[in-house]
Nanobody
């Protein structure tokens, strides 16, 4: 049972990346959340996809730039990141969560993927 995050890399400001979170050993019958952690900062939740009702959630700083989606056939959740800014640079993680994400916080994780590095620099 694991999640595999991938797709990170180095892009210039304004660039785009698509992160993938692929599940193996289980189906994504959970809320899937994307988190990030920059050096010296705490890990923060940034986006969620709820399998129960296909609802999505984004924190304000990524709204309009990031899009979370799911491919059932591939058992994978994606995070399309456009118009990347230097402050988006971090290690990005995905996790399977129990519950819904909201402005009040992210629910507990039952499985974490390993991180993928996103660097935004010219």
């Amino acid at each position: 049972v694991q999640l595999q995050a991938s797709g990170g890399g180095l892009v210039p400001p304004g660039g785009s990346l698509r992160l993938s979170c692929a599940a193996s050993g289980f189906t994504l019958d959970y809320t899937i959340g994307w988190f990030r952690q920059a050096p010296g900062n705490e890990r923060e939740g940034i986006s969620c996809f709820s399998t129960a009702d296909h609802s999505t959630y984004y924190i304000d700083s990524v709204k309009g730039r990031f899009t979370i989606s799911r491919d059932n056939a591939k058992n994978t959740v994606y995070l399309q990141m456009n118009n990347l800014k230097p402050e988006d640079a971090a290690v990005y993680y995905c996790a399977a969560l129990i519950g819904y994400c909201s402005d009040y916080g992210f629910p507990p994780a039952v499985v974490w993927g390993q991180g993928t590095q996103v660097t935004v620099s010219s």
